[in-house]
């Protein structure tokens, strides 16, 4: 049954042949859906109700069929029907089953345009608290682990060549507050999905008294996307805004799953989990491999590519709705997924992770501590430039002698990690998504 179907309509082969085309993998992931639309029709019949376009028995009607529905998604027995093009058909063609003529008028005042549009931004905005939580509990066992090892060293490189001394504190907590940066894109996506569509109908507004403020406020948006032409133009943008903010995550779990991978090398030898918590080899009995992060890495990666398919999904066409946006869901839901996988799996190894002072003693480190030689000798009177030059000479001739552990006083370095800010910043956006 196609909601466009006229009186009297039978499919032919060569119309079920387009019918297989353009269908596709949807109706998979309008099951994920099915929630959102059921809530939607339900903000649609209390309208309908307002306007004057339903009676209060036939609301009573609705509203009994829509809960049904609800519970039988809760409970995971909602089912597609044989036949169904979507899941808005599906929810309507049960409400006119069930409760007859009433189910017949609960599409006055909207296409399924304004529909779909309503479903992905009530789903992403669910989707994105959910990530949003999953953010919060890998930022709350960085923080920890900072606090717990800020005391123990940990080398700095850049160009993959000793730098300077670093620590465990501060390592943990640049991923803490890499997190909170990467709240911040999360939380704009959330507020472009916060704004409702529907009334927009297909996407040229309606000669019905629709009351799109009333629909807001019963779906508890923040506000709405006043203009229907635009409304329309959202979609893709949003999903598109989305996967920005899903790529921004990733890429910081993808460094760090680098990290990890580096320094658990035997040559690194920073970190290391249980036995259990890694995998051997067929031939070589000593190895422990990382394969958990080396998968963290790999599927961040591929989410980062997701703003580029979104483009190029999405890319010189017109205003107004067409049938490509259709693919948006098979880009966008699988990566949410993805996404939240591999957050919870990197909280679940951190809370294993065995962190190995490796620095303080061992020779091989030790012109990490140039810098400081530097830095003393300036501290001492001599310019700059000079004291450079000397400890340069010094490690030429190899006569070069670190001095004491560093101790760095200001404001985000080993002494002064900042981290009571850093979780005051990161609060402050959760609480912006999490109402």
């Not at 999903?239 to 035997?266: C, H, P, R, W």
């Not at 890495?297 to 398919?309: G, S, T």
Request: include cysteine; charge should be negative.
């Amino acid at each position: 049954m196609r909601l466009w179907d006229k009186e009297g309509t039978k499919a032919s082969d060569l119309q079920e042949i387009i019918h297989q085309f353009t269908a596709g993998n949807d109706l998979q992931f309008d099951l994920q859906l099915a929630k959102y639309d059921v809530i939607g029709n339900q903000a649609q019949a209390r309208m309908l109700r307002a306007a004057g376009l339903l009676t209060e028995v036939e609301l009573e009607l609705i509203e009994a069929e829509l809960n049904l529905m609800l519970h039988q998604i809760h409970e995971g027995k909602f089912i597609m029907e044989e036949g169904i093009e979507d899941i808005h058909s599906q929810v309507e063609y049960r409400l006119t089953c069930r409760v007859g003529e009433a189910g017949k008028k609960i599409h006055a005042g909207r296409s399924r345009n304004d529909q779909i549009l309503l479903d992905i931004k009530l789903f992403l905005k669910d989707e994105l608290r959910q990530v949003s939580i999953l953010i919060e509990h890998l930022f709350e066992h960085l923080l920890k682990l900072s606090e717990e090892h800020k005391h123990c060293l940990l080398p700095g490189y850049t160009h993959l060549q000793l730098a300077m001394p670093s620590s465990f504190g501060l390592w943990f907590g640049a991923y803490a507050e890499s997190l909170a940066d990467d709240l911040e894109l999360l939380l704009a996506a959330w507020k472009v999905c916060d704004k409702n569509p529907l009334g927009s109908a297909a996407g040229y507004g309606s000669s019905f008294p629709v009351d799109r403020e009333l629909t807001t406020n019963l779906l508890g948006f923040g506000g709405l996307n006043i203009n229907s032409v635009y409304a329309q133009m959202s979609r893709g943008k949003t999903e598109k805004t989305v996967a920005f903010a899903l790529a921004g995550i990733a890429a910081t779990l993808s460094k760090f799953a680098y990290d990890i991978v580096l320094y658990m090398n035997q040559n690194f030898g920073f970190v290391s989990f249980p036995d259990e918590l890694t995998t051997g080899s067929s031939i070589m009995p000593h190895k422990k491999n990382p394969d958990v992060f080396e998968l963290i890495r790999a599927k961040c990666n591929l989410i980062q590519a997701l703003p580029n398919e979104l483009t190029l999904l999405t890319s010189n066409l017109p205003s107004g709705y067409h049938r490509d946006m259709q693919l948006t869901k098979e880009v966008l839901f699988p990566a949410l997924d993805s996404l939240k996988s591999c957050l919870k799996m990197a909280g679940f190894m951190l809370e294993h992770i065995q962190v190995h002072d490796k620095l303080t003693g061992d020779q091989s480190y030790q012109l990490l501590y140039s810098v400081e030689e530097v830095n003393r000798l300036v501290l001492n009177g001599m310019s700059f430039r000079d004291a450079y030059k000397t400890v340069g000479k010094m490690i030429e001739d190899g006569r070069f002698v670190p001095g004491d552990k560093p101790v760095h006083t200001h404001l985000g370095s080993m002494n002064n990690l900042g981290n009571d800010i850093i979780r005051e910043q990161f609060i402050f956006i959760r609480n912006q998504i999490i109402q």
